[in-house]
């Protein structure tokens, strides 16, 4: 009867072996600016859980089509992670501007518009 007791014992608590106390979990968003950051002259923001890279397209909209929907609130150093609200190239307080399209976020400077498209996951 000991044996038996002592076998469901051992077996109980066999599940609790492998556990760790450690709950440090990394993001998608994490995993996609810090793979991003790796091209140090990539022009980035990070902003809303997504991670937002310079694109070449033209942008054929003005600053009166689209909304004000956050702002930049530290521009990343060189070595930093690219955290919520970080962009690599432009300083704090530069106001992002969306529209309609999901995955696109505008910059407006002086006669100039940036348009950023989000990194997709996978």
Do not use: H
């Amino acid at each position: 009867m000991k044996r038996i007791l002592s076998l469901a014992l051992a077996a109980s608590l066999l599940p609790l072996s492998g556990c760790s106390d450690d709950t440090t979990r990394v993001s998608t968003t994490d995993t996609i600016a810090a793979e991003a950051r790796q091209n140090k002259d990539a022009d980035l923001i990070r902003i809303k859980d997504r991670v937002y890279r310079l694109s070449g397209a033209p942008v054929t909209l003005t600053q009166a089509d689209v909304k004000s929907f956050a702002t930049v609130t530290k521009q990343a150093t060189a070595d930093e992670p690219l955290a919520e609200g970080m962009a690599t190239d432009w300083s704090a307080g530069t106001k992002l501007y969306r529209g309609d399209t999901t995955g696109v976020l505008y910059i407006f400077e002086k006669n100039q518009a940036y348009l950023y498209e989000a990194i997709p996951e996978g």
